[in-house]
């Protein structure tokens, strides 16, 4: 209560503009003691609205919100969240608004000015700090323009479901063209008397029996393919027990050829040569090496089932936090191009995701034929089956399909809420799909001595472990960076040398903890100090030389700027070092003199232009859950595509179709081989 009298005026105006109408911009001013508020009434062919809002200037912070026509009007600072919808603003901001959740078919637009700046990003205002001068915020004030305009009808709904399906089904027409021109042209040399074996379909009797011989320039350390020292008899890679008894056997496992001391030595002779070829390093049983590649295609779908799951739920909770709060602050969304359905906010990014599932079921299905047509020619004695081309284990490829699948459902489960905290659903199934890609063109030259899926998936593991620490401590933290660089040039360096000794170089010795570092230090010693010689294995050095290189610079890289997007830094790992292997393996390839068939050229310059063209798309910005939310949506774009989707949505499609064409160079680079026996194929 004043101590005495005090004196004033008090005006009143009618105001001209209270209510705002649809596709007519309005401009006004608000400050902090000046809020301002409309009226908007939804027409009668109008069933949802985007409330477009901008402003030249980035601060003075605002709030957008979106009530119900109720009393009182909720327009100061410290009560403008407790009703409807808001998002904080500086230059920009949208809101989608549902005829079906106004009953009234009407609603009040708030604009608040904030007194600080400090929610959409500025400094901590000075205030805060102690200083007892309160008239900062008197000039605080913002001119600001609104725009109401009918959001897309149902039509367009049913429209962009229709192109993304029919888009995709497509590629399903496609192959199954290309699958009727092949049986067709089988059909016709066989009717010919013509079979090739590129066609997979040369009888050959016993009595026409493949040698197993060296070629020239690798004698050393070769082992005749029927006998061995002592007169043991060592099984063929894809002879011995009858083809296609793929059943389980609790006998027949991997370990009783790697524990036998005789195998062990014939591993140290063969895979230490200096010239290796293929029959060197697919003299496992046929039947056991595919029951080992299965497991990775069983393991990935458990993985699969119990990683989802609880990632489902989670961005459920999301949503309905967003749904009950109405805080449009919490996900990350593209807000000029974010179509609600449902509880959804932003249907239109998870739709674009099909492509990822439908792909991904398509290679699945592409495997599956290869598979069955393999097993009618294992059961046939196929002898360019049995002795010819790479041997044909499809468990990694299985393993592949189902992760491009779950790539598309768990990048659909993180855009139903985009942001910091569950970004890691989008790139957990993409570091699996690189690493599985990497695991599958080193196992088709060394099918014998790949790793186990225990062994690679426990590498995911830690993987996505440390993707989940960088987010947790990657901001600041400078240990962490230093830990997590360690460990990184450490693998890499433990990685080159089991690549470049083909798993032969072991810790041995009484002290066997310290026996591979001792070891380590004498070839460095001897090799490249006490006489500088050429290294044994030029080419595999040189990719490993490369490769650490790449790595290290990664490394360094991090270190240095400790990226704030450490889910992306790992995963811009993994893929340079994809395409560096693949680049090598197609190089080795040509130098090899062998040839790239019709279709996986077709592929390889498919899987480059539509890479090109996706990450074009990708690098379109247009949210950063790295800001503010306020500082976001000044990125946010209109829709490009079908007037439904966005940038991102582009990104989303073509990077389905980009992951489809490199399965493919994967799963036929090495068609041409099908004609030559493996002991004319270089390892490389």
Not at 501 to 523: N, Q
Request: with cysteine; glycine share 4%.
């Amino acid at each position: 209560m004043a101590p005495f009298n005090i004196a004033y005026e008090l005006l009143v105006t009618r105001l001209e503009n209270f209510q705002l109408e649809t596709n007519k911009a309005f401009n006004f001013t608000a400050s902090p003691s000046q809020p301002q508020y409309f009226l908007y009434k939804f027409p009668q062919d109008v069933d949802s609205v985007i409330i477009k809002v901008v402003s030249d200037a980035v601060y003075p912070c605002s709030v957008v919100s979106v009530q119900d026509i109720v009393c009182p009007v909720y327009d100061l600072d410290h009560n403008v969240e407790f009703n409807g919808v808001y998002q904080s603003m500086t230059k920009q901001a949208a809101i989608t608004v549902q005829r079906k959740d106004f009953p009234g078919e009407q609603f009040f637009v708030v604009f608040v000015i904030k007194p600080e700046d400090y929610a959409c990003g500025g400094s901590v205002p000075s205030s805060i700090h102690g200083n007892v001068n309160r008239t900062w915020n008197l000039q605080r004030t913002k001119n600001l323009q609104v725009t109401i305009v009918p959001s897309i009808k149902k039509s367009v709904y049913v429209q962009a479901m229709f192109f993304s399906f029919l888009s995709f089904l497509s590629f399903y027409l496609g192959s199954v063209v290309v699958a009727f021109v092949h049986y067709i042209r089988v059909r016709r040399k066989a009717s010919a008397g013509r079979l090739s074996p590129e066609d997979g379909s040369g009888i050959m009797t016993s009595s026409h029996p493949i040698t197993a011989s060296t070629p020239e320039g690798s004698s050393y350390g070769a082992i005749d393919e029927s006998s061995s020292s002592g007169g043991r008899q060592l099984s063929s890679p894809e002879r011995g027990p009858p083809a296609g008894s793929d059943t389980d056997s609790s006998v027949e496992e991997e370990s009783d050829f790697d524990t036998m001391p005789e195998i062990e030595s014939d591993k140290n002779v063969i895979r230490t040569k200096v010239f290796l070829y293929l029959s060197d390093l697919s003299r496992k049983d046929r039947r056991i090496v595919s029951k080992k590649y299965k497991i990775y295609f069983w393991n990935i779908i458990t993985i699969a089932v119990f990683y989802a799951l609880p990632v489902i739920q989670l961005v459920i909770t999301y949503q309905t936090v967003v749904n009950v709060t109405g805080n449009q602050d919490i996900c990350y969304y593209n807000f000029l191009c974010a179509h609600p359905l449902g509880v959804l906010s932003a249907f239109n990014n998870i739709l674009s995701n099909v492509g990822h599932m439908l792909l991904g079921f398509l290679f699945l299905l592409i495997v599956l034929r290869r598979d069955i047509l393999h097993r009618r020619a294992m059961e046939m004695k196929d002898v360019y089956t049995l002795d010819y081309g790479i041997p044909k284990h499809f468990g990694l490829f299985y393993a592949m399909g189902i992760a491009l699948m779950m790539e598309g459902v768990l990048s659909a489960c993180y855009h139903v809420c985009p942001n910091y905290s569950n970004f890691q659903f989008d790139t957990s199934f993409m570091y699996m799909i690189a690493g599985l890609c990497m695991l599958k063109l080193y196992q088709t030259r060394h099918p014998d001595i790949n790793a186990s899926a225990y062994s690679a998936y426990a590498s995911f593991a830690v993987v996505i472990c440390l993707a989940v620490l960088g987010v947790v401590f990657g901001k600041n933290d400078v240990w962490f960076w230093v830990i997590f660089s360690m460990i990184h040039v450490l693998a890499s360096l433990a990685l080159s040398t089991q690549i470049y000794y083909m798993g032969r170089f072991k810790m041995d010795g009484p002290d066997s903890d310290l026996g591979i570092f001792r070891r380590a230090a004498m070839v460095l010693y001897t090799d490249c100090i006490q006489q500088c010689s050429r290294p044994m294995y030029m080419d595999r050095m040189v990719l490993l030389i490369v490769g650490n290189l790449v790595n290290w610079s990664f490394a360094i890289f991090g270190l240095v700027y400790r990226p704030r997007d450490f889910a992306s830094y790992i995963l811009g790992i993994f893929i340079c070092n994809l395409l560096l292997y693949l680049a090598f393996y197609i190089i080795m390839k040509l130098r090899s003199s062998e040839k790239l068939l019709p279709i996986p050229l077709f592929c390889i310059v498919a899987t480059a232009v539509v890479w090109a063209a996706a990450l074009y798309f990708f690098f379109q910005t247009l949210s950063s859950w790295e800001e503010t939310p306020a500082e976001s949506r000044e990125k946010n774009r209109p829709c490009i595509l079908l007037g439904f989707f966005d940038d991102h949505d582009v990104w989303h499609f073509l990077s389905a179709a980009a992951l489809f064409f490199s399965f493919l160079v994967l799963l036929t680079l090495d068609d041409d081989l099908d004609a030559v026996r493996r002991d004319k194929i270089p390892v490389f």
